[in-house]
């Protein structure tokens, strides 16, 4: 007998009860989370959104009436290459009254050239520039100092965006008044420049966008991209702009929720950035995203697991849900797997082959019935032969780079140490509490 029919016999041999104490882990967590909730809520977003039409054109309708000023900040370094492209697509926005406040923080290529022109020839209104680098929330505060307008708008410098990007992301400020933060729809570029980031772009149409529109939906929608929000300035203006440190997106996202505003999720506002092209550069950007969860969810923001004056329910929630899926069931992963080890060692290959079969079909399930539900899909067939390998890239390759980040995090505070911003600053975070 050949190993393809053994596989076969001891599918055949599988029952429920078996079936069920082998693959618990896919069925009770993956399968449940990612698939059936997904699904569910995204069919109440839809029936939801056809239901507020009406409100929907009335909100728009407000919108352009009041016609407000929107400052667009944009702070970085050494990004002058991109500059020409993104004011080009600024421009070419449907919605006409911005003012653009670019911030050089402390740039060492050509930024400060290229601003000072595109400020002399009127392509931007103000161009600012710190001497010294003092990070990305040092430059976004200096913006905040200048601008004029009723929402703020902050962009990175390398990505473009939709015509009607500004429309959408500014729009749900008119449908709900409680709303302090708008995310941006932010999708790979250069998807097709490295397996790197064409697997990044399946994972950004499905876990990070999609995941995006169902938190937003439930209410516990927890970071505003960096790449792209929006805020209004008021609610910046009280919480004191963003707190000096890496982490910003995810920190000003939480405290914007704390006094007690909403954030939401605006899928149709699309930006395009390019993602790492490597997996090593990968590995460097994740590590520094995931080391936030420690860092704000469990040692900054605790207090929002207290029984407080200020407790919310929402908040609670957004904070469990991603501590429980991010953190808790990180850890039950790898608990799963010495169980396998250790309790069926002689039949491991073939669970390890019928985890990948269930993961793959819920992946294609998932990616095909998802297109239903983006404004942006792209050429499906391009991307269908890459399916398979984002078990490997969901299950071992990003599982093993969260970990590492939260180890650093949890043993020696490895963000206040990381290059992406200047040591000074961090070093200042670090004996703030920030």
């Known amino acids: 007998m050949n190993s393809i029919d053994e596989f076969i016999n001891y599918i055949q041999a599988m029952g429920w009860g078996k079936f069920i104490r082998i693959f618990w882990f896919f069925v009770f967590f993956e399968l449940f989370r990612y ?11 839809r029936m939801k959104l056809r239901l507020t039409r009406t409100k929907r054109a009335e909100a728009l309708e407000r919108f352009r009436f009041e016609a407000p000023l929107i400052s667009i900040i944009i702070p970085g370094k050494n990004e002058g290459k991109h500059l020409y492209k993104l004011i080009r697509s ?8 911005i003012e653009i406040i670019v911030v050089d923080d402390g740039s060492d290529d050509d930024t400060p050239t290229i601003g000072r022109d595109l400020e002399k020839n009127g392509l931007i209104d103000l161009f600012l520039r710190n001497e010294i680098r003092g990070g990305k929330a040092s430059a976004a505060n200096l913006a905040l100092r200048f601008t004029k307008g009723k ?16 429309v959408e992301i500014i729009l749900p400020f008119y449908l709900d008044e409680n709303v302090g933060g708008v995310g941006g729809n932010v999708m790979i570029k250069n998807y097709k420049e490295s397996l790197a980031t064409t697997l990044q772009a399946i994972e950004y149409f499905d876990t990070i966008s999609i995941g995006r529109v169902v938190s937003s939906h439930l209410g516990i929608y927890r970071i505003i991209s960096g790449a792209f929000g929006a805020f209004r300035a008021d ?17 000003i996202s939480v405290k914007i929720r704390k006094i007690g505003f909403g954030i939401k999720f605006a899928q149709n506002a699309v930006c395009l950035t390019n993602g790492p092209n490597t997996f090593r550069k990968l590995a460097k950007q994740r590590i520094r995203w995931d080391k936030s969860l420690i860092r704000f969810r469990l040692r900054k923001h605790k207090n929002v697991f207290y029984p407080n004056q200020g407790f919310s329910l929402a908040n609670f929630i957004s904070f469990t849900e991603n501590i429980t899926y991010n953190l808790i069931l990180n ?28 993961y793959t079909f819920t992946n294609y399930f998932k990616f095909i019935f998802f297109s239903l539900f983006r404004p942006k899909s792209g050429s499906l067939v391009y991307y269908l032969p890459y399916i398979p390998l984002m078990v490997i890239y969901f299950g071992y390759y990003l599982r093993i780079i969260r970990t590492t980040a939260y180890l650093k995090e949890i043993l020696f505070k490895a963000s206040y140490n990381d290059p992406w911003n200047p040591p000074k600053t961090s070093r200042h975070a670090k004996e703030l509490g920030l």
């Open 90 to 97: 600024l421009n070419e926005q449907t919605y006409k009254k």
């Open 235 to 251: 609610v910046l203006e009280k919480i004191q702009g963003w707190d000096i440190g890496p982490g910003l997106d995810g920190d």
């Open 35 to 45: 698939l059936f909730v997904d699904v569910i809520m995204l069919l109440s977003h």
């Open 151 to 166: 929402y703020i708008i902050h962009l990175d410098a390398d990505c473009s965006y939709d015509r009607d990007a500004i």
């Open 331 to 358: 850890v039950k992963w790898y608990i799963y797997f010495f169980q396998m080890i250790v309790f069926y060692s002689s039949q491991l290959e073939y669970i390890i082959l019928i985890n990948f079969f269930l």
